[in-house]
């Protein structure tokens, strides 16, 4: 049985189709927001605005049980929490990993809409934090 499938035994039909519409729209809209932080005047609103996305899926996720969407989310919030506090623009390095982490999460999207058996193993890169945060 797949992801997709499980989460429609453990909970209601609506709540899974809500989560999997707005997972895939907070997919969506990452990659803009990413890039654009390499713009002083962009990168508070944007840096608030991931912050803020990182925190719905941790939520959300943790809601469904989705332990690694929890953890990745978890590290991001924890990172952009952290973003928050300078001024920007943010360094070519940070934005090179919130790509990553990006294409990690459309990875774990595809995995739930697909009904993988399992999701996909977790981008090592990731684990590489970024030291400098702003230019």
Not at 20 to 34: D, S
Not at 44 to 53: A, D, H, Q
Not at 86 to 114: H, T
Not at 123 to 132: A, D, G, R, S, T
């Amino acid at each position: 049985m797949g992801i997709y499938k499980q989460l429609e035994i453990d909970f209601d039909l609506d709540i899974v189709e809500d989560f999997v519409n707005h997972f895939a729209v907070m997919c969506e809209n990452l990659e803009p927001l990413i890039i654009d932080l390499g713009k002083a005047e962009k990168y508070e609103e944007n840096i608030g605005e991931l912050f803020r996305i990182f925190h719905n899926l941790k939520s959300a996720g943790g809601f469904l049980k989705l332990d690694p969407i929890v953890k990745l989310s978890t590290l991001s919030e924890d990172i952009a929490e952290e973003a928050r506090v300078v001024k920007g623009p943010a360094s070519e390095e940070f934005i090179d990993w919130l790509l990553l982490i990006s294409d990690q999460f459309e990875a774990y999207r595809q995995d739930v809409e697909q009904d993988a058996d399992y999701f996909g193993m977790l981008n090592p890169l990731i684990i590489k934090v970024p030291l400098q945060l702003e230019r």
